[in-house]
């Protein structure tokens, strides 16, 4: 079956320490977003990407970095550089031209 | 940008109680999605309306976008335990196909 999927479910670091978090889909979807989720807050857009390497920064994409060198895979790093980065990561796709989004699992990060 | 505010933050109901949740855009709306979300897991996609005064329904659940396309409610008949969880609406704006959300509205349903 088709879909999004996120690794791992659960990640922890250290202060200091950067993490890449996982998403790969296999619905051959042009577009991949990543989003991140507070409590009270919605989601909001770190980056987003809708062709192979090329990416845009989205509304909060400070102390964050993405790579688009496959059309399947949108990896996420946290950078040490992100102050506040517990919280729960959503990565998203669609298809150029096309109006229905998938979304993964979500990945949820906490910082020890 | 496109902003989305959502009313009311949090719900709480008896089973069997209708319900609406607004969804208010500060621009006028492309696309708009509406999804539901279990606590720690991903979006499930209820419906999207695109077309000024459309409505749509699914099981017990009814969405509607006003002529304008700046406003979208969500209805839900006869509450259920399993319609508890978090209700997000969702926009498009332009031609790139951000995704613009909302803050979410919290629906507890009592049995």
């Known amino acids: 079956d088709g879909g999004i999927t996120q690794s791992p479910k659960y990640l922890f670091r250290k202060e200091g320490q950067n993490v890449t978090l996982s998403c790969e889909q296999n619905l051959n979807h042009d577009a991949m977003y990543w989003y991140r989720q507070d409590p009270g807050q919605g989601l909001r857009l770190i980056y987003y990407?809708?062709?192979?390497?090329?990416?845009q920064k989205g509304d909060i994409a400070e102390g964050y970095s993405v790579s688009r060198e496959k059309k399947e895979s949108f990896p996420l790093t946290v950078t040490s550089a992100q102050k506040n980065p517990t919280a729960f990561y959503l990565c998203?796709?669609?298809?150029?031209?096309?109006?229905?989004?998938?979304f993964g699992s979500g990945t949820r990060l906490t910082v020890v | 940008s496109q902003e989305l505010e959502q009313s009311p933050q949090s719900l709480i109901v008896q089973e069997g109680k209708n319900l609406t949740i607004n969804c208010t855009s500060s621009k006028t709306l492309y696309g708009l999605y509406w999804y539901k979300q279990k606590y720690g897991e991903g979006l499930i996609f209820l419906m999207m309306?695109?077309?000024?005064?459309e409505e749509k329904s699914h099981e017990k659940i009814t969405a509607k976008l006003d002529e304008k396309k700046q406003q979208s409610s969500l209805h839900i008949t006869a509450s259920q335990p399993s319609h508890a969880g978090i209700y997000l609406c969702g926009a498009v704006g332009g031609s790139n196909y951000k995704l613009t959300f909302g803050k979410g509205t919290l629906l507890t349903v009592n049995p």
């Open positions: 990407s809708q062709i192979v390497n090329d990416f």
């Open positions: 309306l695109q077309k000024g005064g």
């Open positions: 998203a796709s669609t298809a150029a031209g096309h109006w229905g989004y998938t």
